[in-house]
């Protein structure tokens, strides 16, 4: 069962720059697609953005143009670039192993345990 540890959150002042990092404790070559989420406080988790095995992108409206995900096969980490920062991306983000289909993405029941970002105004 593939374990996932995110890092690389923090405090950057809004307009800043974070890169967050997941690694999994075994081969993702055949993961089909992976995921970052994030949950605000008092809020629901949402799914910022995936990746399938064949590199096929997907964001969500609010961080479109911000946000940049990718895979590294060879580190077996997956990455979520985040520029432009705003206050209301503060969250705890979490990387998810699933599937995708239909142009949509399917979470399994592999997480991470988060990792806080917090972007201050």
């Known amino acids: 069962q593939v374990q996932l540890v995110e890092s690389g959150g923090g405090l950057v002042q809004a307009g800043g720059s974070l890169r967050l990092s997941c690694a999994a404790s075994e081969s993702i070559f055949s993961i089909n697609a992976m995921g970052w989420y994030r949950q605000a406080p008092g809020k629901q988790r949402e799914l910022v953005a995936f990746?399938?095995?064949?590199?096929?992108?997907n964001y969500r409206s609010s961080v479109k143009g911000r946000f940049t995900i990718s895979r590294d096969n060879a580190k077996n980490t997956m990455y979520l670039q985040m520029n432009s920062l705003k206050p209301e991306d503060t969250a705890v983000y979490y990387c998810?192993?699933?599937?995708?289909?239909?142009?949509?993405?399917?979470?399994?029941?592999?997480w991470g345990k988060g990792t806080l970002v917090t972007v201050s105004s």
């Open positions: 998810n192993a699933g599937t995708s289909g239909l142009g949509g993405y399917y979470a399994l029941d592999y």
């Open positions: 990746i399938t095995s064949g590199g096929i992108t």
